[in-house]
């Protein structure tokens, strides 16, 4: 407060500082900012489009529908609208399951969810496994003592 009330002492005690400051040249407003539509690419974010109501409006695509994502027999008969194309696709895809071809190579694709539900499950049963070893163990001594 006392720094802003000598505020106008300073602009008359320096008036050669105040003047090279009206000399300076301002910066044009394009190098500072952009339009709209560059900064919406820049922090735009794309929903996948079989998530929640897009796809009633999308058009079926296998590759979005069963390669990107797991589908389920419904997705697959919707895309392919022939009782037979979709029972050759879904004999193939059940049995060999989501994949990514890279070059030659073709990847199977790890469910990271599932993979993790899995392996808390997996410590959480553990961890219950050795505290009813640890109480059978301890009421078992206890029982095995002379009373007094």
Known sequence: LVLLCQLHVMMFAFPHCTGRLNNLKQ???K???TSAKE?????GRHLLNNR???????????????FEELCNYE??????EDPDKTMDFWKDYSTKGLKIKIGDETLQKVN????LISLVAAGVLLVIIVLLIFYCCKSRCKSRQPPG
């Open 39 to 43: 900064a919406n690419l820049f922090t």
């Open 52 to 66: 929640f109501d897009f796809e009633a409006f999308t058009a079926d695509n296998l590759e979005r529908e069963c």
């Open 31 to 33: 190098d500072v900012f």
């Open 75 to 80: 997705e697959a008969r919707e895309i392919f």
């Open 112 to 115: 990271v969810t599932g993979l």
């Open 27 to 29: 910066p044009e407003r």
